[in-house]
């Protein structure tokens, strides 16, 4: 009896921990590691989240290694949407770039890329963007929108 309350109460562990697990699943799937943006081209973002996390939108914010700070790329997206495509303009080239999901307003970060690489808009990255998805967010190196 002992050994069936005992396998009991560790499956009851196992089935919180696996659910909360699921809850808590964020994931951003594109840009993956050793990406190359090209500014002035569209660019995926794409991500992959639990059902169960109460995340209804973040804010999407690049950083880099190299620098402090962070750069505002897009306020309140949707997490439902689970991808869209944004478009750089004059964003300094370097192999070390980020982005972050946060909910900016309680400071909880919810997810981080891969590391990605911006290339000048002269260049010609390894493979070419992924355009399945048409939407666009323009942004400039200091984080105002293109007019």
Same mark, same amino acid.
């Given at each position: 009896m002992f050994l069936l309350a005992r396998c009991?109460?560790?499956?009851l562990v196992l089935a919180f921990l696996v659910s909360s697990v699921c809850a808590s699943y964020f994931v951003i799937t594109e840009p993956q590691a050793k990406t190359e943006w090209v500014n002035g081209s569209p660019h995926l973002v794409q991500w992959t989240k639990g059902l169960l996390d109460d995340i209804n939108g973040f804010d999407m914010e690049m950083t880099r290694l190299s620098k402090d700070g962070l750069t505002l790329v897009a306020m309140n997206v949707p997490a439902s949407q689970d991808k869209l495509n944004i478009l750089l303009q004059n964003v300094p080239a370097g192999d070390d770039y980020f982005l972050v999901f946060i909910n900016s307003t309680h400071? %909880?970060?919810? $997810?981080? +890329?891969?590391?990605?690489? %911006?290339?000048? $808009?002269? +260049?010609?990255?390894?493979?070419?963007?992924?355009?399945?998805?048409?939407?666009f967010i323009v942004l400039n190196s200091d984080g105002s929108p293109l007019a």
């Open positions: 009991t109460n560790t499956l400071g %909880v970060m919810h $997810a981080t +890329s891969p590391r990605f690489a %911006v290339l000048d $808009a002269s +260049s010609t990255p390894s493979s070419p963007p992924d355009l399945t998805f048409l939407i």
